[in-house]
């Protein structure tokens, strides 16, 4: 099996892609590509199995129906205004809720946060990868693309990141590599060692990737529960987050 982790960033600077090869009872990464254009990454989604994208493949189904009753006239006043919390449903998916409540990580708004401009990419890349051929995005997850949150990733299984993202993040980022090889003495990571020790978006997109491998297996990802969650999963989008209990062992076993 071979997956994909991608990094998405608005622009290739800041985006990286992981491909990891799985066998028995191992894992190698076989490549890092950062930065990473289109084509580098829809050349990588056209040669996976499972793909993870840390990206939103969605909007708020009510943020996008309030900015069209806008675009028509007056807003339904949401419930609640003007008081505390009213603006949740606008800029927090439901699947956002839920990783929330799972992991403790609340992942940033697509409809209010810049992430915005990183998902407009996203959403014309896989717009362009069913175009050439490729399956089209199920945003639940059932298809070949997977949403995914490496920070959530890490809290379940247990990993402690720290602050590997900040500028002065690298002990920290060098730091949570040597945390992976103890957790997962499995996962070889060859040629990109040295770029994970030091670009944090090169060690997302493998830890995206491990991911998506938990996402393929089929019982390691929290999946929608009811109803409400299921049909919002096909809309707004839907973050494979590793369920609970579940260690980075798993994946090879």
Same mark, same amino acid.
């Given at each position: 099996m071979l997956t994909v982790g991608v990094d998405l960033a608005?622009?290739?600077?800041?985006?990286a892609v992981a491909r990891v090869e799985w066998s028995a009872g191992q894992a190698v990464v076989r490549r890092v590509a950062c930065p990473a254009d289109d084509e580098v990454i829809l050349a990588a989604l056209a040669e996976a199995d499972k793909a993870g994208i840390d990206c939103p493949l969605g909007w708020p189904d009510d943020f996008v129906a309030?900015?069209?009753?806008?675009?028509?006239?007056?807003? +339904? &006043?949401?419930?609640? %205004?003007?008081?505390?919390?009213?603006?949740?449903?606008?800029?927090?998916?439901? +699947?956002?809720?839920? &990783?929330?409540?799972?992991?403790?990580?609340?992942?940033?708004?697509?409809?209010?946060?810049?992430?915005?401009h990183v998902a407009l990419r996203c959403a014309c890349l896989l717009a362009e990868h069913a175009a050439r051929g490729g399956q089209p995005a199920d945003r639940a997850g059932d298809g070949t693309v997977v949403? &995914? %949150?490496?920070?959530?990733?890490?809290?379940?299984?247990?990993?402690?990141?720290?602050?590997y993202k900040q500028r002065a993040g690298t002990p920290h980022l060098d730091a949570l590599v040597d945390q992976v090889r103890q957790h997962a003495p499995w996962l070889d990571f060859g040629a990109a060692e040295g770029e994970c020790r030091t670009r944090h978006d090169a060690f997302d997109a493998v830890i995206a990737a491990l991911?998506?491998?938990?996402?393929?297996?089929?019982?390691?990802?929290?999946?929608?529960?009811?109803?409400?969650?299921?049909?919002?999963?096909?809309?707004?989008?839907?973050?494979? &987050?590793?369920?609970r209990g579940t260690r980075l062992g798993q994946l090879v076993e």
């Open positions: 608005a622009e290739p600077k800041g985006t309030f900015v069209r009753d806008h675009q028509h006239g007056a807003v +339904t &006043v949401p419930a609640g %205004y003007p008081g505390p919390g009213w603006k949740q449903r606008l800029t927090m998916r439901l +699947t956002d809720r839920v &990783v929330k409540a799972e992991t403790g990580k609340t992942p940033l708004s697509v409809s209010t946060d810049l992430i915005g949403e &995914v %949150y490496p920070a959530a990733s890490l809290r379940v299984w247990g990993l402690e990141p720290g602050k991911t998506a491998r938990a996402a393929a297996l089929g019982d390691l990802t929290l999946r929608p529960r009811t109803p409400e969650e299921a049909a919002a999963a096909m809309t707004e989008g839907w973050v494979a &987050v590793p369920l």
